[in-house]
């Protein structure tokens, strides 16, 4: 066999294959998109106020997205479970996971609010120690505290409807997701578009309305997604059905999801204070960089949608193979999803660099912020391919439970690497930022080789639901 007849069979998967990652993939893409576009819009609506505004907005994303990220993290370790209870055909095992999403969410959502409501003022304060107007400073640290405060009342239904899309993906099903995400959307639009700026005879809010507008956004979509799995009766959805007859859950399996998601759980919690501690760090050389990372995360968003909705992609033919006992199917569609990942982003990248001039344009703020922005948007498009390629190989370890490893392979990563060079470089160097941002990330690229010769060992490849006997102890009382 020939090198590249070789590279063809690891690395190439037939029509089948492509057919059934795209059924997959594209409702992720298509919600993904939608939300990405209409968030960057939002994000531009904002950005029209001033760069103040966009900057405390910025902050409190920063905040909201460790809330989010431990949510993720909560509904991960046992979507693990999940997904193989589903491809070994286990309906209650199915069932039983989302009642312990339901519990680990509940508690994230306690001590989120306590630390937003004992803590905010002094939470945003650490990202407005930059070089700037003390003044702005101050106005930055207003806007962020309103729309943080509002945000609140929208962590609730954002929390559940995590657990029920999860669930969902985990059976195969990304439609209803999707559909119910891009309602979501369409009304987070409408709504900043009237609260924000007061049109049709609503009150101009503006970064209040935008707050207020992102929360009816979040019930909408829970609304959906509830109407169609329990009012409906959808039959594709009966392992969903009577999920709430109990909430009380096996505790051989509670301690089984326990194990496998704190590592999770924690890394989450982990990578999102270390991403928002990295943006903090960079911060320090001056107000202005908040105002042009969130103009440049806002776009990356968007483009990243293709390599982050693989991971999904992943979890689920990954993990049902496992659980399926399929162990060369799981490892074969690994290495084929990491190398379609790659290949997609090698075409994006390019893209999103060509077009990292024009996005900055959209804002009303000042030129050195669009200038720094577009530099930023150029860096990540060409960092775009190795994320991708991380990305993928996280989750792919994820799908057979090596969740310590992933744990150590992610937010372990970030601490001892990506956090103490940044912060060398800021205190240490006169290393402008757009050049000291792209020197950090390139660290991750020793995170890329050790993640690729993990998945190559094949220590991930793990039926972690076991035999019938084991899943049946697993998923009844």
């Known amino acids: 066999m020939t090198v590249f007849q070789r590279f063809k069979r690891t690395f190439v998967g037939d029509r089948a294959f492509y057919q059934a990652v795209s059924r997959l993939i594209v409702p992720i893409i298509i919600q993904m998109f ?29 905040l909201v997205m460790v809330f989010n990220a431990c949510i993720f993290g909560a509904v991960s370790g046992p979507g693990v479970f999940g997904a193989q209870f589903f491809g070994a055909d ?31 003022p002094a939470l ?32 609730l239904p954002f929390a559940l409807t995590v657990c029920y899309s999860g669930t969902l993906r985990e059976s195969g099903e990304t439609r209803l ?21 007061g049109h ?88 202005n960089v908040l105002g042009a990372l969130n103009i440049a995360m806002t776009v990356n968003n968007l483009f990243n949608m293709f390599f982050l909705s693989m991971g999904n992609a992943i979890a689920t033919m990954v993990g049902q193979h496992l659980g399926a006992n399929r162990m060369e199917e799981a490892k074969r569609d690994a290495w084929r999803l990491m190398a379609f990942s790659v290949a997609m982003c090698l075409v994006i990248g390019s893209l999103m660099a060509a077009l990292s001039p024009y996005f900055p344009r959209l804002y009303d703020v000042g030129e050195d912020v669009k200038q720094l922005a577009a530099r930023f948007i150029v860096a990540m498009a060409l960092l775009m391919p190795l994320h991708a390629m991380a990305h993928a190989c996280y989750f792919t370890l994820r799908s057979g439970g090596s969740t310590l490893m992933t744990f150590i392979f992610d937010s372990a990563y970030v601490w001892a690497v990506n956090i103490p060079l940044a912060r060398l470089l800021v205190h240490r160097t006169a290393l402008p930022i757009e050049w000291l941002y792209p020197l950090c990330e390139l660290a991750g690229l020793t995170k890329l080789i050790l993640g690729v010769l993990i998945v190559r060992s094949g220590i991930w490849v793990k039926n972690i639901v076991s035999h019938p006997e084991r899943q049946e102890a697993l998923s009844s009382e």
């Open 34 to 62: 939608v939300t990405s576009f209409v968030n960057m819009l939002d994000n531009v609506m904002v950005g029209r106020l001033g760069t103040d505004e966009i900057s405390g907005v910025a902050v409190a994303n920063q």
């Open 90 to 120: 286990n309906m209650e095992g199915v069932r039983n996971t989302f009642r312990i999403k339901l519990w680990v969410c509940f508690l994230i959502l306690v001590a989120a609010a306590v630390a937003v409501l004992g803590f905010g």
């Open 124 to 155: 945003i304060g650490l990202f407005l120690k930059g070089d700037g107007d003390p003044a702005s400073a101050e106005r930055m640290l207003v806007f962020a505290l309103e729309y943080l405060h509002i945000s609140l009342l929208g962590f």
């Open 177 to 197: 997701p999707m559909m119910a995400g891009i309602a979501a959307v369409l009304v987070n639009l409408a709504g900043n578009y009237l609260l924000i700026y």
């Open 200 to 287: 049709f005879g609503f009150p101009k809010l503006g970064v209040e309305g935008a707050a207020i507008a992102t929360v009816l956004s979040r019930f909408v979509e829970l609304g959906i997604v509830v109407y169609a799995v329990h009012l409906r009766r959808i039959g594709r959805f009966s392992f969903m059905h009577d999920v709430y007859h109990t909430l009380k859950v096996p505790f051989g399996l509670l301690k089984s999801v326990l194990r496998k998601s704190a590592p999770l759980l924690f890394n989450e919690l982990l990578w999102s204070v270390g991403i928002a501690t990295l943006v903090q760090s960079y911060s320090l050389r001056g107000l």
